[in-house]
């Protein structure tokens, strides 16, 4: 079955198209635009800035996705569109988009959880994943720890406050360094890992690692982002000292890391799960991937993180799970999606 998707809930536009079959996936043609650039300046997202960037790509991007993948409508089985969650007036436009597209070629519509979607992007080159799963979603907006078992979703815990990423975007802002953060963060902790002992001596800081013991699967990162803040304050003589910037980040980025560890790891011990499936955005950074692999390796516990641009936010993640999805569907709910343009709804606070 060939399924385009279109992913438009925060600052990527973006659409692929895939062909899935007797459970596997293959990725025929994948397009992300980036808009990053535009909020750079902002050292943040713009919601209303994200939808008129949305507005101009959206076409350019399912037109450049129908070309690479040499396919036409005609070609196509099912429209999947993210309807949550997100920023509301980002997610229109790839709904209404998808919607148009659905009225007028008479192609089924199906609405996506930006979440699932995240976790299934570990489906694509993974079909047969063991169950149950512990999975540990961290992006921009969510930092949520679940149980995935075949056909149910568990939250066990999430962020009280700031996400994950959110913490690396914000502590980069602070330090004077590019958005998105986490790339920034990691580039700096690369290097400070790589500096002398005299160096490292000389510059000696530590940062909470808030709620690591706590008695529960939730996080809280905006106390991390705020001892940063107080640190750079009371430092600002060496906030343009390169050392300085690169021991902040680092702790930064160990704090986060070893926190999202701890307790992924305690809740597959808890749940005496099978494999831990990591996804998001914050997936993307190299000391989490190994970390938990090496933490999960040492259990006998099998280990999925998608490939890296499977991680960030893409449209092919959004097709895998109409994939999914699709086929649990009975006769009649799969005939319903001949009418979902008359329906779908962006809902920003969409659950799993
Ligand atoms: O999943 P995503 O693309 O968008 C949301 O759904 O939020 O995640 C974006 C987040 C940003 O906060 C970004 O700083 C973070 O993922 N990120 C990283 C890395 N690459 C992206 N965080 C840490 N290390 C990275 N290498
Ligand atoms: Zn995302």
Not at 206 to 229: E, Q
Not at 283 to 311: G, M
């Amino acid at each position: 079955m060939n399924i385009l998707g279109i992913e438009t809930s925060c600052d990527e536009t973006a659409a692929s198209i895939i062909q899935g079959k007797n459970g596997k996936i293959n990725i025929i043609a994948n397009t992300v635009a980036s808009q990053i650039p535009i909020h750079k300046k902002y050292g943040g997202i713009v919601p209303e800035v994200a939808a008129r960037a949305h507005i101009k790509k959206i076409i350019p991007v399912i037109e450049e996705t129908f070309k690479k993948s040499g396919f036409s409508l005609s070609n196509i089985d099912l429209i999947s569109v993210t309807h949550g969650p997100g920023l509301v007036t980002s997610l229109l436009v790839g709904i209404e988009t998808a919607k148009a597209l659905s009225f007028t070629k008479k192609i089924p519509l199906i609405g996506i959880n930006h979440l699932k979607a995240h976790i299934r992007a570990n489906f694509v080159k993974n079909p047969n994943i063991p169950y149950p799963a512990v999975s540990l979603i961290a992006s921009g907006g969510h930092t949520e720890i679940s149980l995935f078992k075949k056909n149910s979703y568990k939250r066990l815990g999430q962020t009280r406050d700031d996400a994950a990423g959110e913490c690396f975007d914000k502590t980069a802002k602070i330090l004077g360094l590019g958005y998105p953060g986490g790339p920034e963060i990691s580039k700096k902790a690369k290097k400070w890992e790589d500096q002398t002992k005299a160096i490292k001596d000389k510059f000696d800081f530590s940062l909470p690692r808030p709620m690591i013991n706590s008695d529960n699967f939730d996080f809280s990162f905006s106390g991390l982002k705020t001892a940063v803040l107080y640190l750079a304050q009371d430092n600002k003589d060496k906030l343009k000292n390169k050392h300085f910037i690169q021991s902040i980040s680092y702790e930064t980025q160990q704090a986060i890391v070893e926190v999202l560890t701890k307790k992924t790891i305690k809740a597959t011990k808890k749940f005496q799960a099978k494999s831990i499936l990591l996804s998001g955005g914050v997936a993307a950074n190299k000391t989490l991937r190994q970390t938990l692999a090496k933490k999960a390796k040492s259990l006998d516990i099998e280990f999925f993180v998608p490939e890296f641009k499977l991680c960030t936010d893409n449209a092919s993640m959004i097709a895998t799970t109409a994939y999914f999805d699709y086929k649990n569907l009975n006769k009649s709910e799969k005939e319903k999606l001949n009418h979902t343009w008359e329906t779908l709804q962006a809902d920003p606070n969409l659950k799993i």
